[in-house]
């Protein structure tokens, strides 16, 4: 909450508002605004194989059991700018089941979901995902995934193939899909305990029996009512299965 308050006051100035209830007014009444204000207050910070533990952990332990369903769908579930789903991707490329796969990524802040589906992301920032994708396990080289122009780099047509960007709310909309594995890394911890039990919720539901769901590395089934649904599968990487 004291994190909330401080955008809140944060975007008064910002939006050039003097009080929280013409803030108020103006997210209601101005597309515009509401748009600025939903950008403030979510956290759009994500890098390619962020944690490369994580990758790794889905690489060598979770890909060979996917392996063995005729078809995928994957969700992505507060995709960002779409780092990670990129990241999926190629990793499920080098598993050789991107062909049979579908990612579901999604978000509520539409100006994420433009970066994630246009693919191009800073020049300076690929020395890192590089690293990041050695460190994971990475069977090829980064470079053969994007194109470097104009000054930044073009991920490739052929992972966004296999993505299906959307809007979704955790907080409000339902499940759309089943799904063999949930990657929901970085969200829950800005969540109280009646939405996290929420979200929880809806990945529960929306897994296949034995399907896998992937969180950050601050986060834990423990602290939601819905524990005993899942076992831990890689337990320091915060990799859990469904039971049934």
Known sequence: ?????????????KLHVESVSMLQHAILHDASRFSTFLAELTV??????RDPAYFLALREQVCPLLATYP????????????????????????????????IYA?????????????????????AGFTRNYQQAGGKRSLVDYYTAAYGGAAFSRTLRTHVLFSDHCLATDHVFAEVQL??????LIYFDRGLQNRAVGLFRESLVPRGFLGLGTRESL???????????????????????
């Not at 949930?182 to 969200?187: A, D, E, H, L, P």
């Open 106 to 126: 999604t978000d509520i802040n539409p100006e994420s979901l433009r970066t994630a589906e246009a693919g191009v992301y800073a020049l300076d920032r690929i």
């Open 182 to 187: 949930v990657s929901c890394r970085n969200v």
């Open 222 to 244: 423990r602290v939601t009512s819905h524990a005993d649904a899942f076992e831990e599968f890689a337990r320091e990487e915060r990799i859990y299965r469904r039971l049934t």
């Open 44 to 49: 759009p910070v994500s890098e390619f194989f």
């Open 71 to 102: 078809s995928l769908r994957i969700w992505v579930a507060g995709c960002s700018t779409g780092e990670e789903v990129y990241s999926l991707a190629i990793l499920l490329e080098e598993a050789g089941l991107l062909e049979r796969a579908l």
């Open 1 to 13: 909450m004291a994190s909330l308050r401080r955008r809140i006051l944060g975007m008064l100035g």
